[in-house]
């Protein structure tokens, strides 16, 4: 069974600070994808990785896939109230369902 | 563009009840569509998902059905509610492109049975 661990569970920072939260798994997969869910509402997307070691950029969002594809983090500079919610990490191999994590919640306190 | 369309947002049914929910994608053709339920603002549990009309494969055995009589349209059904059936149903739609799947959700029904 494939699995995905995220961490931290729960994070609360202050406006201003910067934050990197994880994805990590023991198996390789084609592509991770990252989405954020504000109460009540349907994750939203925020970006897809399918090279190992590819680096994306989402204004102050930045997320990374590991080189052998087996994790992935989301480092947010500059944290705003706006940012917080449920982060989600979801990876997909072809021909399969996919693999969710457990989420992060950020809570950014201004 | 596409979009995905998932009603009612909010559904407050007694034990025993029947149960219809509804999903239509727009703006594609022979879409993979899925059925996920989330406990409590945490990860996502594939309950159904289909990869045509009135092909339906279940993940977990449980108190739902699911059914796709067109191509972009996906219900989610219950005869007899349980209490254990609350939660918040999620539909959602996958779109293969460049040899990879991306997954977009429609904005859910808070589903809670009393």
């Known amino acids: 069974t494939q699995l995905l661990e995220q961490s931290p569970q729960f994070l609360s920072i202050q406006e201003g600070e910067n934050l990197t939260v994880y994805c990590n798994s023991s198996?390789?997969?084609?592509?991770l994808q990252w989405y954020r869910q504000e109460p009540g509402e349907g994750p939203v997307l925020l970006v897809t990785?399918?090279?190992?070691?590819e680096v994306k950029k989402l204004k102050r969002l930045t997320f990374q896939f590991g080189d052998a594809r087996k994790d992935s983090s989301l480092h947010i500079t500059a944290a705003q109230p706006g940012d917080t919610g449920l982060y989600l990490c979801?990876?997909?191999?072809?021909?399969?369902?996919?693999?969710f994590g457990p989420g992060t919640r950020l809570s950014v306190l201004p | 563009s596409q979009t995905i369309h998932q009603w009612p947002a909010t559904l407050v049914q007694p034990v025993g009840s029947p149960l219809s929910l509804e999903c239509t994608v727009e703006?594609?053709?022979?879409?993979?569509l899925y059925w996920y339920r989330q406990a409590a603002g945490r990860g996502l549990q594939l309950l159904f998902y289909?990869?045509?009309?009135?092909?339906i494969s279940s993940e977990v055995p449980q108190n739902l059905s699911a059914s796709r009589p067109q191509d972009r349209q996906f219900i989610l059904s219950s005869k007899k509610l349980l209490l254990s059936d609350s939660g918040f149903y999620l539909c959602?739609?996958?779109?293969?492109?460049?040899?990879?799947?991306?997954?977009?959700f429609g904005s859910g029904t808070q589903l809670s049975v009393l």
């Open positions: 703006g594609t053709s022979n879409p993979n």
């Open positions: 959602a739609w996958s779109l293969s492109t460049g040899g990879f799947e991306k997954l977009f």
């Open positions: 990785v399918v090279t190992g070691g």
């Open positions: 289909s990869v045509g009309i009135g092909q």
């Open positions: 979801a990876a997909h191999n072809y021909g399969q369902n996919f693999v």
């Open positions: 198996s390789v997969f084609s592509s």
